[in-house]
């Protein structure tokens, strides 16, 4: 079992930043495939970002893409998201996910985070 806790959220202004981070504890592999998904009140759960195990390879929803950037450090067991020029629409419960799959269907995704509130205001 591998156990995800998201952490960074709050409350910014637009055009503002935040940067979120996800421990990962248990039986954590650097193989891992990570992800970054949210879901805003009365919407499904979206893709935002994904991170090959090395960190080498990473894709962005087009809605994010040029905004935000995936990171990972494997020897802290850590995934990040860096989210600039944030917009009111970026609003959301971000998730944090682990799998083994690339992919930006959250139905390849084996291990979820609790999920951590982003909220920006206008």
């Known amino acids: 079992q591998v156990q995800l806790v998201e952490s960074g959220g709050g409350l910014v202004q637009a055009g503002g930043s935040l940067r979120l981070s996800c421990a990962a504890s248990?039986?954590?592999?650097?193989?891992?495939?990570m992800g970054w998904f949210r879901q805003a009140p009365g919407k499904e759960r979206e893709f935002v970002a994904t991170?090959?195990?090395?960190?080498?390879?990473?894709n962005y929803a087009d809605s994010v893409k040029g905004r935000f950037t995936i990171s990972r450090d494997n020897a802290k067991n850590t995934v990040y998201l860096q989210m600039n020029s944030l917009k009111p629409e970026d609003t959301a419960v971000y998730y944090c996910a682990a799998g083994y799959f690339w992919s930006k269907n959250n139905r390849d995704y084996a291990y979820w985070g609790r999920g951590t509130q982003v909220t920006v205001s206008s």
């Open positions: 991170s090959s195990g090395s960190g080498g390879n990473t």
């Open positions: 248990g039986r954590t592999r650097s193989t891992y495939v």
